[in-house]
């Protein structure tokens, strides 16, 4: 099992930057990869950015040059860095990790992007 645990949410004004984490616990030995998706109301959850053990990264068109994923292997933690932020950005923001034994999911943040 992997416990996945984020943390760095909340309200920002359009244009600005927040910087989410996420914290792994448990199997950790057996991830592959860690990402981060998101769901808005009414709209299916989708991915928003991944990397790999190795450091290969994936965005989502929608969210390139503007994020960046960041991975502290030392720590079993995950970061994503969120800049120049718009209102359609505004999503429950989870956690994700691949592992040979499943995939995990954490319990998600909120960011909410005021225009």
């Known amino acids: 099992q992997v416990q996945l645990v984020e943390s760095g949410g909340g309200l920002v004004q359009a244009g600005g930057s927040l910087r989410l984490s996420c914290a792994a616990s448990g199997d950790i030995i057996c991830i592959s990869a860690m990402g981060w998706y998101r769901q808005a109301p009414g709209k299916q959850r989708e991915l928003v950015a991944t990397i790999t053990i190795w450091g290969s990264t994936n965005y989502a068109d929608s969210v390139k040059g503007r994020f960046t994923i960041a991975r502290d292997n030392a720590k079993n933690a995950v970061y994503l860095h969120m800049n120049s932020l718009k209102p359609e950005d505004t999503a429950i923001y989870y956690c994700?990790?691949?592992?040979?034994?499943?995939?995990?999911w954490g319990q998600g943040t909120q960011v909410t992007v005021s225009s």
């Open positions: 994700n990790a691949n592992s040979v034994r499943g995939i995990y």
